[in-house]
């Protein structure tokens, strides 16, 4: 079955700064890596997703790298800001079965 | 469009109880819905998939007898956590898509559960 990895699991960067997730995965036949923040108590929020048959995709500050080869994508955020503090989320989606696999997460701290 | 609810949004029982969670699409029919777990400072980590008028799928390490999963209707999932002990207490999000080959999934709010 899918595997995802995600690293690191806490990340501190100065406002200002960028951030970078990165998650690996196991099964081929996932097709579709979306990537979620989620704040203390509150629902997953999806903050961008990527198909198999593209290999970058932009939204204002945030970005997302795939390689399908080497089994790995990425999540930029550039000009980072207090209030992108949250958990970030990786996930792999297996089109047979229609699941989303998640990574382990990786705790973003922005300090001012 | 695309909104999914929950409820209750948190819960308290007494152990040995049972607790029913809803799950609901408010404005799209959800072929299928997903029920996962998240610990504190964990992942989500799916118990099950539950396809609209059929049994529930249940993830290895699942009780299907502890955790009962009903899809009635289209937009309507139930999950009934039995018996239910202080190490079930988590928090129990469902999440509802449109089925077959759609990948977006629809999350709701989230319930927490606690046993006392």
């Known amino acids: 079955g899918e595997n995802v990895e995600q690293h690191p699991s806490t990340l501190s960067v100065q406002e200002g700064d960028s951030a970078v997730i990165k998650c690996t995965y196991s099964d081929s036949a996932s097709n579709y890596f979306p990537w979620y923040k989620q704040e203390l108590g509150k629902r997953p929020q999806l903050i961008i997703d990527?198909?198999?048959?593209?290999g970058e995709k932009k939204d204002q500050r945030i970005a997302v790298t795939l390689n399908k080869t080497a089994k790995h994508f990425s999540l930029h955020i550039t000009e980072t800001q207090p209030e992108d503090s949250a958990v970030y989320f990786c996930a792999g989606f297996v089109v047979d079965t229609d699941k989303l696999i998640f990574g382990t997460g990786t705790r973003l701290q922005v300090f001012p | 469009g695309a909104v999914v609810s929950q409820h209750p949004s948190w819960v308290i029982c007494k152990s040995g109880t049972s607790v029913k969670i809803e799950c609901r699409s408010l404005d799209f029919q959800a072929t299928t819905m997903f029920w996962y777990r998240q610990f504190p400072k964990q992942s989500l980590m799916l118990m099950a998939t539950s396809n609209e008028g059929s049994k529930a799928t249940y993830e290895q390490g699942v009780e299907k007898d502890k955790f009962l999963i009903n899809h009635a209707s289209l937009t309507l999932s139930t999950l009934t956590v039995t018996s239910a002990h202080p190490e079930d207490s988590s928090f129990y999000i469902c999440?509802?898509?449109?089925?077959?080959?759609?990948?977006?999934?629809?999350f709701g709010p989230g319930t927490r559960l606690t046993v006392t």
């Open positions: 990527i198909r198999s048959n593209v």
């Open positions: 999440s509802a898509s449109r089925g077959q080959g759609s990948y977006e999934q629809y």
